[in-house]
Structures are given as structure tokens and as C-alpha cells.
């Protein structure tokens, strides 16, 4: 019988011991507490999604609209050389002094030139120099007016150009060989 008592007060402790401890609620919270969170995490990310697509549409529309205009300032600075060429023509037809007019051709030349590297054009140097196939074209060979002028540029076709350090036109050339 004695055993039986053992037994009894052990499992009546064991009772009482659960009985003290506290109920556990903590995973059920957590659990909560993290689908709350996962949930608010989704939507953050679906809002900078919809934000980030927004952003790209936005420049691209700027983008395109960038291009529409790109050249306008370019335009707008060479309106005056054009009226003077304008002007050029109407006198050559009614001109008599042929070295009036080559002054006025050359000082709208000079205008027009000074306009464009303003706006950062350069022409790139190629007479008489070494054959630079970074800058230049060559559309043939001709023997060399002199032994120094071998490999070397001795015409120029077509002028080559740098917009802003950026090649925009090679040079077409003849090199004497």
C-alpha cells in the first residue's frame, strides 16, 4: 500500500506542478506577431514596387522628351548664321564686287565656326601628320610628294570632328605611300 501512496502523491504533484505553470500563449503570439509583420513587410515591398515602376515610366518620359529638344539650343544658336547666309545669297545675285563677297562669306564662316565650338565642337587635326586610324579614314593612297610625307596624311576629303572629346565624324583622308 505504501507504494500505491508513492504513487499517488507523485502523480498529485506532478498535477500541481502543472497546474502552477503558466499557460503558454507565447507561440501563439509570435505566430501572430509574425504574419502581422510578414504582412507589413508585403506591403512595403509592394508599395517601393509600384513606386520603383512609377520612377522608371517617369525618366523614361523625361528621356524621350529629352531627345525631342536635345538639339533645340544647337538650332537657336545657328539661327543667325543662317540669316547670313541668307543675306549672302540676295547680294552674290546682285553683287558686282566679287571681293566684298568673299569677305562676307568668310565672316559668316568664321561665325558659324566659332558658334559650333562653343558648343564644344573640334575639329581634329590631320595634315601633314602620321596616319591615325583612331581618327581617321583613309579612302586611298597616292605616292608621296616628298620622302617626309610617307604615312602621312597629304589631303583631307572630308574634316573629322570631337563633340566634347567624342568622335562625331572621322577624318576622310589620302596618305602617301
Known sequence: MEEQEIKDEMQETNENQAANLPVEEAPVDETSSALKELEEQKDKYIRLLAEFENFKRRTSKERIELF?????????????????????????????????VKEGIKLIS???????????????????????????????????????????????????????????????????K
Open 68 to 100: 525631342k529638344t536635345a538639339g533645340q539650343e544647337v538650332i537657336k544658336d545657328l539661327l543667325p548664321s543662317l540669316d547670313d547666309v541668307d543675306r549672302a545669297e540676295q547680294v552674290v545675285a546682285a553683287a558686282k564686287d566679287l571681293e566684298a
Open 110 to 176: 568664321e561665325k558659324l565656326k566659332n558658334t559650333l565650338s562653343q558648343k564644344g565642337l573640334k575639329e581634329i587635326p590631320c595634315m601633314g601628320i602620321e596616319f591615325n586610324t583612331d581618327l581617321m579614314e583613309a579612302i586611298t593612297e597616292i605616292p608621296a610628294p616628298s620622302e617626309d610625307l610617307k604615312g602621312k596624311v597629304v589631303d583631307v576629303l572630308e574634316k573629322g570632328y570631337t563633340l566634347n572629346d567624342k568622335i562625331i565624324r572621322y577624318a576622310k583622308v589620302v596618305i602617301g
